[in-house]
């Protein structure tokens, strides 16, 4: 009498199970990174836009005669970043630093992701320069 050898060369229900819980939570891994990687690039898009609107708004205000110098804000700035509008409010505060220069503060302002958040750029213009 001959005894047939079975050939076992292919997966058990164990095994592929075990494989299908690994991809899965190797893919909500990948999706997790995906999804802050994202939100980092767009705070840095936000942020770069704050930086830009202070350097614009800076510009200005050293170009401004020097006697004409004050403290004062503008209406809010918006932008529309991937369908999200974010509401800039600029602020500037000028103080005298001697009798012939003054310190100029601009002030960015703006809100994401329910966090208040501002950034800031400072200058020091002067009569005799």
């Not at 170009?63 to 991937?82: E, G």
């Not at 302002?109 to 005799?128: E, F, P, Y």
């Amino acid at each position: 009498m001959q005894t047939v050898k079975q050939k076992n060369s292919g997966f058990t229900l164990v095994e592929v199970l075990v494989a299908i819980a690994f991809l899965t939570i190797s893919m909500l891994a990948i999706l997790h990174a995906l999804g802050l990687s994202v939100e980092h690039n767009m705070k840095n898009i936000i942020m770069d836009e704050a930086v830009g609107i202070s350097e614009q708004k800076m510009n200005e205000l050293r170009n401004t005669p020097f006697a004409s110098l004050t403290s004062s804000s503008q209406s809010p700035i918006l932008r529309t970043f991937r369908n999200t509008t974010i509401s800039y409010n600029v602020n500037w505060i000028v103080q005298n630093f001697s009798a012939d220069s003054r310190a100029i503060q601009v002030l960015v302002q703006w809100r994401w992701k329910n966090m208040d958040h501002q950034h800031s750029a400072t200058s020091i213009v002067s009569t005799g320069i």
